[in-house]
């Protein structure tokens, strides 16, 4: 079974940086899409970026782009989000998710606060 956990959110003040990980298993990474997401209160569901496990190509959503950067560590399987120069906007709780043929897995979210 695809298993994803979510690590390394927390508060921060605005300007500062977090890295958030996402190991995987039970899956082989090359043969899904890997995506970070994000929900704040009173809003719908943002996908902030996603990388694919066959060729490495990156997406990123606009609100992140060049803040933001997604990358992979094949030996140990994990997904980083590097996030940097963040605003209270982008307080949420980050998803990672894992898709293969539409079929989608996601982990258990972790909170990112921005905060003075």
């Known amino acids: 079974e695809v298993q994803l956990v979510e690590s390394g959110g927390g508060s921060v003040q605005p300007g500062g940086s977090l890295r958030l990980s996402c190991p995987a298993a039970?899956?082989?990474?090359?043969?899904?899409?890997i995506g970070w997401f994000r929900q704040a209160p009173g809003k719908e569901r943002e996908g902030i970026s996603c990388i694919s496990g066959s060729d490495g190509i990156v997406q990123y959503g606009d609100s992140v782009r060049g803040r933001f950067a997604i990358s992979y560590n094949l030996a140990d399987n994990t997904v980083y989000l590097q996030m940097n120069s963040l605003t209270p906007e982008d307080t949420a709780v980050y998803y990672c998710?894992?898709?293969?043929?539409?079929?989608?897995?996601w982990g258990q979210g972790t909170q990112v606060t921005i905060s003075s």
């Open positions: 039970g899956f082989t990474f090359d043969d899904y899409s």
């Open positions: 998710s894992a898709s293969r043929f539409g079929n989608p897995y």
